[in-house]
């Protein structure tokens, strides 16, 4: 089955900074990649998605990348904002498969 | 506004107890699923279903059963709890894009 891993664990950044989180998967056949995100006391909730037949895809402050050869994809913030503090968590897919495979997720603090 | 809603946010429950976790959405969703989270091992799949009666095993099923007799309600049922069992566990449903929404989570203490 797809395996996910995501680095860093944790990120700790300075407000008005840029945060990347980074993703490898396996399986070569994924080829829809969301990128959640949970707040303290909330279930995840999806801030950007790409599928693989585009390199890149970016939403105001938050952009994704997409590497298929290398099987890795990555999520940008940028001018980071202390309601950005959050954990991360990066996820694949087939195209035919509802399950989605999610990375171990990334604490993020934002820094005042 | 869209919503998955939980039917606990917390539990307590005794080793051996049987342990049932509901979960509703109204977003008319053919798509559930029952996931855990853990410190450092993200979520995981326990169980999902495809339609009403319909249910497939995910990456960690072993000591869960699951239930869907109604379109909307989507239930985790925990034979026997077990103190591995605890943890957050986390209700989706996911629409056609495969967006999944999730609900408020229910923390699951099994003493």
């Known amino acids: 089955g797809e395996n996910v891993e995501q680095h860093p664990s944790t990120l700790s950044v300075q407000e008005g900074d840029s945060a990347v989180i980074k993703c490898t998967y396996s399986?070569?056949?994924?080829?829809?990649f969301p990128w959640y995100k949970q707040e303290l006391g909330k279930g995840p909730q999806l801030i950007i998605d790409i599928r693989s037949n585009v390199g890149e895809k970016k939403d105001q402050r938050i952009a994704v990348t997409l590497n298929k050869t290398a099987k890795h994809f990555s999520l940008h913030i940028t001018e980071t904002q202390p309601e950005d503090s959050a954990v991360y968590f990066c996820a694949a897919s087939r195209s035919n498969d509802y399950k989605l495979s999610f990375g171990a997720g990334t604490t993020v603090t934002v820094r005042a | 506004d869209v919503k998955v809603t939980q039917s606990s946010r917390y539990l307590v429950k005794r080793t051996g107890e049987k342990v049932f976790l509901e979960c509703v959405q109204d977003m008319d969703h053919e798509n559930m699923f029952w996931y855990r989270q853990d410190p450092g091992l993200g979520l995981r799949l326990i169980y999902f279903s495809y339609d009403v009666k319909m249910k497939e095993k995910g990456d960690i099923p072993e000591g869960y059963s699951v239930s869907r007799e109604k379109k909307e309600r989507f239930s985790l049922i925990l034979e026997s709890a077990s103190t591995n069992q605890t943890s957050m566990y986390l209700c989706a449903s996911a629409s056609q894009s495969n967006e999944q929404f999730f609900g408020p989570g229910t923390r699951l203490t099994v003493l």
């Open positions: 399986d070569s056949a994924s080829n829809y």
